[in-house]
Each structure stands twice: as structure tokens, then as C-alpha cells.
């Protein structure tokens, strides 16, 4: 489990129906997040990026398209290039669960819309939800929750969010900025649990499968 680099993974969205967009796919390592936000045709603010970076301490490599077809075509791109020719195994909180999950299940469901090939295939997948809900003493089931009780405040007065609806909001008002920090949140508190879980649990603790519909 801990020879593979952990890469966290997280998704905003228009809303939860089949006919919901994406709005920001973000992936972390330790070195940096890789960040594809998708502006429906709307020219974000200048200097974007540089603004992120002013205000997040591990670099975010961003890429700005105009469309879900473009962010799903550069998404693709990305996990096939770089993610499957590492040793990584790719990690969500709630991403997908034996009985649900959500970001797995909404992406399969919009590039089955737009008739794109699944991407992760050789990626070994762990839901960090599930080893904090069965080896952790906690009384939160929330990412920041959980990641607050156990870590401390950290990533959570970054987030300019505190709930979710948050980002429908800003995604349709522009505001890409708080957007973006707010998912850059997501996946540096998801790698950390990862991370932290690692530190105390078992390898047998962790549920690791595998993304290829074909095994």
C-alpha cells in the first residue's frame, strides 16, 4: 500500500441529476495539484493562476476549457499520460463505496454521456471514507470534519466554502477563484487522511480495488 504514491481525487458539479455537469476535476500528490476547471465558454479573471498560487503553498497546475468535452477529453489525456505510468493508486473520500459513493459513479455517468472511453484502468483505487468509518474513533462522517478532528484546522480555513452548494453558486456566478481552492481543499485533506490512516492501520484495513472494467 505505501510503496504506491497516493494521488487524491475529487470533483465539483452543476448539481446531482444524470444531466449535471462537471465543473473541476482536481488530483494532488505531494508535489502539486493538477487542477482542469471547466468555464463553460466564460473567460475567467486574469491572472488566475498566479492567484492561486499566491494563496495555496503547494503549486496548482491549472487548465482552463471551455467545455465538459474539453475537460473530459484533457482529463483522459492527463490519467493516461501521466497517472497509469506511475506507481500510484488513486484515492477519494466517498469517491465510490461498496453501497454508493459519488465521484465515480457521476464521472462513468457524463463520459458514457459524451461517448468517452473510461481512463483509469490500471489504477488501483482506496475510498478513505470507509477505513476512517471502521478504524477511527470519530464522531464527524465529513471529510473536513473527520480531517479536523484528527489533523487539525489546516486546510479547512483555506476553503472558502462551508457547504457544498457552495460551489454550484460560484461556478454559475464566475467566481473560480474560491471555487477552485475550495476543490484544491478537497484533495489536499483527502490525501492527508490517506496518509494519516497509512501511519496507523494495517495494510489488510484498506479496501483497495481495481478501476479496470475488464479484471
Known sequence: MTELTTIAFDIETTGFETDDELTVVGFDSAVSSRVFLNTDGM????????????TLETPVQLSVLDSEQELLNELATFVTSTLTQREAKLVAYNGERWNGGFDLPFLRTRLCTH???WPFGVLPYVDVMDVFETRFNTSEDTLSGVYEELIGAGMNEVDPFTDSSEAVTAWKEGAYEPLIIHNV???RRTRALMELAEQYCSKSDFSMKSLDPIA
Do not use: K, R, Y
Request: glycine share 12%; hydrophobic share 35%.
Open 115 to 117: 461517448g468517452l472511453e
Open 185 to 187: 481543499a478537497d484533495i
Open 43 to 54: 473567460t475567467p479573471q486574469s491572472g488566475l493562476a498566479d492567484q492561486l498560487n499566491d
